[in-house]
């Protein structure tokens, strides 16, 4: 038995980062910016001259780890998955500096004996030397093993999703067949991104690509093809991992602009099956046409 | 440059830097490692779970930075050219912990005012904790602005007398648009190697890779075609810088085996252009 409802409401991780320029240009690079060495808009990513910050960097700061791995709580790691991400940004970060991040448990939901539970966690990042709120992180975790565990706490309302379908594709993306080695550098160390092995246990032929890196390449499509790379105007993101996605396959970005919110969803090129849903990128400022 | 003959001798860097699992992950990336995932022998480089350090990786511990450019040594910076490079390995290099370095002149060559002179430097990696050698890295820097300061014409290295048959073995790695971008992240921030207008004002085309990750990509062959991937193998390396090799290009290194000598070269495999030149290995050899 797993003590899973237990953790609700309970801090599960809490610590300080200090991250430099060279991990936030480590980020961008580990998410193919600078894959056209010469498109000096990207390069503002990846070079420390006047560095732009990526929006979804919180999402790799103080990432909580395995906190899933703790003992006494035995759960079945190897068959987690990442099920969905909602990132709300109150403040950009600088390309370096100090947080303070403490991450939650807000809910789990069981689905009953061999359906698994979603563990919903909410990270909240906060700026050190002046306590500003920086980010709010929630991430949906469905342990396939454990289901029938009990359910406790209030989950996030359901991620909306464009009314219809985003049929309109803006543009796609090549991925390394190492992409998932650079972007555990990151900081997401789960082995089911490298080691064949675990990647066996959990039913996949070979190592899938962090859910999160999935994402922060849809954003590049995204601030390439619709936002001029001003990733400025970006408040907050939130997507669905609808299926696994490869390293080494290219993913393509479909979007639709409404107002200051950009409904958008991916698929992989070469199997032509949706991997990212739900996608939704709000915008600061009413977006130009 | 300010009186060069007093360089010669002097502890110009010393420094102690620390490093970590993932920046040891990270260097066997940003030189090509793990470009086929699946591949075990591979993974060792990239991967916490038993992780071993790649020998090249000597090149840029406790690296002292660009310290020709300091204006207490007077030299014509923006004029300077790498032309070889390489290390000897005493000991194996460890995946994480403090390493010690210090970088000494050893000699100057005049080549006359037209040519410059040549700077040879050599850095002693030493362990923090048991001060032990693990590494010495050999480097020679072209300071084209800086001849016919009247200082001794000689000795040159004598060139590597390279075998005349064809190659025994030839192995060809492309590397990444991106690579010197990532490459940079293990030390060497030279501009010249992500700022497309530094690289144009400097003659280029597009900024070109770090000459010691050309190297390295040339240490991944000599892995993949000697060792088996087995790095504690591989000794020393050392070879010349003949022309620029762009991220994004196709390495062809052509490689030939005698005994525990290892001679290579390597070009640019689309332009048919050498880059790297007299390269010259040491391998350990496993009998049986």
């Known amino acids: 038995m797993t003590g899973l409802p237990a953790l609700v409401g309970t801090c599960i991780d ?34 420390e001259n006047n560095l732009k910050v990526l929006p979804t960097l919180p999402l790799v700061l103080g990432y909580p780890g395995f ?32 947080v303070r991040d403490a991450t939650w448990v807000d809910a789990v939901v069981d689905r009953g004996p061999g359906k698994g539970v979603f563990v919903y966690t909410r990270k909240e990042l906060h700026s050190e030397n002046d306590g500003l709120h920086l980010a709010t992180v929630r991430s949906t975790i469905l342990c396939r093993s454990e289901g029938g565990c ?28 190492q992409q998932a080695l650079v972007y555990r550098l990151c900081g997401d160390t789960n082995p089911v991104h490298v080691s064949p092995a675990h990647a066996a246990r959990a039913g996949f032929d070979r190592p899938l690509l962090h859910g999160r890196c999935i994402l922060g390449f849809a954003l590049q499509v995204l601030l390439r093809e619709l936002l001029g790379f001003e990733a400025g105007g970006i408040s907050g993101i939130s997507v669905r991992f609808a ?7 290219t993913l393509r970005v479909r979007a639709r602009r409404e107002g200051r919110r950009l409904w958008f969803a991916a698929d992989t090129a070469e199997r032509a099956q949706t991997v990212l849903s739900h996608g939704e990128v709000l915008l600061r400022n009413p977006a130009p046409d | 440059m300010r009186d060069p003959l007093a360089l010669v001798g002097r502890t110009v860097d010393e420094r102690e830097s620390r490093f970590s699992h993932e920046d040891t992950c990270l260097y066997a990336l940003a030189t090509g490692l793990g470009a086929d995932p699946l591949d075990p022998r591979q993974l060792r480089y990239v991967w916490e779970e038993n992780l071993r350090a790649l020998p090249a990786m000597s090149l840029v511990l406790a690296y002292p930075g660009f310290w020709l450019k300091e204006p207490k040594f007077g030299v014509d910076w923006a004029r300077v050219l790498h032309v070889e490079e390489g290390f000897e ?31 040879y430097s050599s850095r002693e990696v ?7 050698l693990l590494a010495t890295v050999d480097s020679c820097t072209l300071l084209r602005g800086d001849g016919g300061f009247g200082g001794p014409q000689g000795p040159l290295s004598p060139p590597v007398s390279m075998p005349t048959r064809e190659p025994d073995a030839v192995c060809d790695l492309p590397t990444l648009p991106q690579q010197a971008l990532l490459y940079r992240l293990c030390g060497d921030f030279n501009p010249l190697h992500a700022d497309p207008e530094i690289a144009r ?47 994004g290009e196709t390495l062809r290194t052509s490689v030939w085996l005698d005994g525990e000598h290892v001679f290579f070269s390597a070009q640019a495999l689309k332009r048919g252009v050498t880059v790297l030149d007299q390269g010259t290995a040491r391998l350990v050899v496993t009998t049986g």
């Open chain 2, 201 to 247: 004002q400097a003659g280029f085309d597009r900024p070109i890779l770090h000459g010691r990750c050309t190297l390295a990509v040339a240490q991944h062959a000599l892995l993949r075609v000697c060792c088996d991937y087995e790095a504690t193998r591989l000794k020393s390396m050392r070879a010349r810088f003949t022309a620029p090799f762009y991220p």
């Open chain 1, 243 to 249: 299926a696994p996605f490869f390293p080494g396959e």
């Open chain 2, 126 to 132: 030493r362990h923090g904790a048991d001060n032990r």
């Open chain 1, 150 to 177: 009990g359910s406790a706490g209030t989950p996030p309302p359901p991620l909306r999703e464009e009314p219809g379908e985003v049929r309109n594709m803006i543009g796609s993306v090549g991925t390394l067949p």
């Open chain 1, 14 to 47: 809490a610590r300080e980062v200090s991250y430099s320029s060279p991990d936030s240009m480590l980020y961008a690079l580990s998410l193919g910016f600078g894959q056209d060495p010469l498109d000096t808009r990207a390069l503002a990513f990846v070079h």
């Open chain 2, 89 to 119: 390995i005493h000991a194996p290099l460890p995946t994480a912990g403090t390493v010690h370095g210090r970088t000494v002149v050893t000699r100057i060559i005049d080549r006359g005012a037209a040519k410059g002179a040549l700077l």
């Open chain 1, 67 to 98: 906190f899933m791995r703790r003992p006494g709580l035995s759960l079945d790691w190897d068959r987690m998955l990442h099920a969905e991400e909602r990132l709300v940004l109150h403040r950009a970060l600088p390309p370096a500096g100090v």
